[in-house]
T-cell receptor, first 114, second 113 residues
Framework: DAGITQSPRHKVTETGTPVTLRCHQT?????MYWYRQDPGHGLRLIHY???????DKGEVSDGYSVSRSKTEDFLLTLESATSSQTSVYFC?????????????FGPGTRLTVT | QKEVEQNSGPLSVPEGAIASLNCTYS??????FFWYRQYSGKSPELIMS????GDKEDGRFTAQLNKASQYVSLLIRDSQPSDSATYLC?????????????FGTGTRLTVIP
């Protein structure tokens, strides 16, 4: 258990509405990640953070923004949700220590955009 | 070309047999390789990491790495029905200064009692 929680765990929303997903960690990890997982595509990186207020884009960042105002929280926002953003969203943290690259995942958020 | 490729399966093996899962990657600069297990409806769980050529054993699991062939595999000995899951291969990539992971699409394993 890497001490990661995600909220909400399930959400149904309508096209065009904004949605914010929260990832919370309790172990002071510097690196945090947001992925989406879709059948046939596997896990794809949306955005990541390497410190408070330090974020960068992943391979599928269009339509998403992130914020990290404190170490323990990493927020993912869908500015105007579309049906193509229906997915399972996972937050992850990177293991501590120089040169480490393994990641540990939160429980996920299942988002449905109708 | 995808960064990480896996046979999607499904792979079915009888209980007690050896399950062999394979993964190839495209970036010769990759240094870290991971296997995750994901049960249906759950999040990925790290089960093996390997950084050097050769074999690494942990209980019933053995990871094998061949950097020259850009190939990493996972062997599960004495397969159990509880091993039925999707196995994800992940490879690090330090492009652009970031040390992120690329994931394969996963191989679904079914162990038949």
């Amino acid at each position: 258990d890497a001490g990661i929680t995600q909220s909400p765990r399930h959400k149904v929303t309508e096209t065009g509405t904004p949605v914010t997903l929260r990832c919370h960690q309790t172990e002071n990890h510097r690196y945090m990640y947001w992925y989406r997982q879709d059948p046939g595509h596997g896990l794809r990186l949306i955005h990541y953070s390497y410190g408070v207020k330090d974020t960068d884009k992943g391979e599928v960042s269009d339509g998403y923004s992130v914020s990290r105002s404190k170490t323990e929280d990493f927020l993912l926002t869908l500015e105007s949700a579309t049906s193509s953003q229906t997915s399972v969203y996972f937050c992850a943290i990177r293991g501590a220590g120089t040169g480490r690259s393994e990641q540990y995942f939160g429980p996920g958020t299942r988002l449905t955009v109708t | 070309q995808k960064e990480v490729e896996q046979n999607s399966g499904p792979l079915s093996v009888p209980e007690g047999a050896i399950a062999s899962l394979n993964c190839t990657y495209s970036d010769r600069g990759s240094q870290s390789f991971f296997w995750y297990r994901q049960y249906s409806g759950k999040s990925p769980e790290l089960i093996m990491s390997i950084y050097s050529n050769g074999d690494k054993e942990d209980g019933r699991f053995t990871a094998q790495l061949n950097k020259a062939s850009q190939y990493v595999s996972l062997l599960i000995r004495d397969s159990q029905p509880s091993d039925s899951a999707t196995y994800l291969c992940a490879v690090n990539n330090e492009r652009g200064g970031a040390n992120n992971l690329f994931f394969g699409t996963g191989t679904r394993l079914t162990v038949i009692p």
